[in-house]
């Protein structure tokens, strides 16, 4: 039997296909890093479970066990998957799907192997206690919230498991019809968990109140103001140093300046 002998590769040839296997690895690495990066991006509007600790950290500390999803009664919680652009295997929970019932016993923070879920930031008296939990924060939409344009509706308010602390009514007079009040929500961002049954109640097409972390919700004044009449609030710049920047304006008395006319010629 006759042997059919192989040619050797040319040197072109062996050029051309490394040339194709690296763009090849090349263009797979690039899908994979434009994929980290959207997940990483998207992972800042996540809701995580009770006791979730700072996102960078939890990150770096959940193991993508599913045991705090399969300890969830209400199948609230959700691991990520390929393709959906938040971190692979990370718990996380939709609100207007699915909020947190707010179990009293957290079952899904004890579970958690590694820390990722702080349990001890859920203790009251040595016990779990559920209003302890941020996992963000509601914001209300007031252009679509219809309470804000005189319609009756208090669903967001009756659904709130904290009623009359973590969502308030506020009443006030519609001027437009003279007769009526208007009934708007207001959310207590001190009070409130985040667990998103307002938004899960919220009868409008898309939500008119909704859950995001509180990073991205709220706005931080900084150490340049303090609520002077809040002792507390007074703590937190304790340790703030002022500088005073001169100018030439400023060298001359507030009564000068004023009479000082020069630049109006």
Known sequence: MNETKREPISDRRKFILNMA????????GGFVWSAHVNEAKASSLLLRPPGAIKESDF???????????????????????????????TPYFTPREMPCYMCPT?????????????????????KLDINRADMGVAIVDSNSCIAFW???CDACYRACPLLGKAITIEYS??????KHAYLKPV??????????????????????????PREVALGRAGDHYIKGWDKEDEKRVKNATSKTTTTEISKKSAVDSLNDTKELY
């Open 150 to 152: 005189g319609i009756q």
């Open 106 to 126: 957290i079952p899904c923070v004890p579970v958690c192997p590694t820390g990722a879920l702080d349990e001890e930031s859920l203790l009251t008296n040595q």
């Open 187 to 212: 959310v207590q961002i001190d009070s409130c968990t985040g667990c998103g049954m307002c938004e899960k109640a919220c009868v409008t097409e898309k939500a008119a109140i909704f859950v995001l």
């Open 21 to 28: 296997r690296g763009v090849g690895l090349a263009t797979m």
């Open 173 to 178: 007079k519609n001027e437009r019809t003279g």
């Open 59 to 89: 990150l770096k500390t959940c193991i993508k066990c599913g045991l705090c999803v399969v300890a969830c009664p209400y199948n609230t919680l959700f691991l990520a998957k390929a393709g959906e652009n938040k971190p692979i295997g």
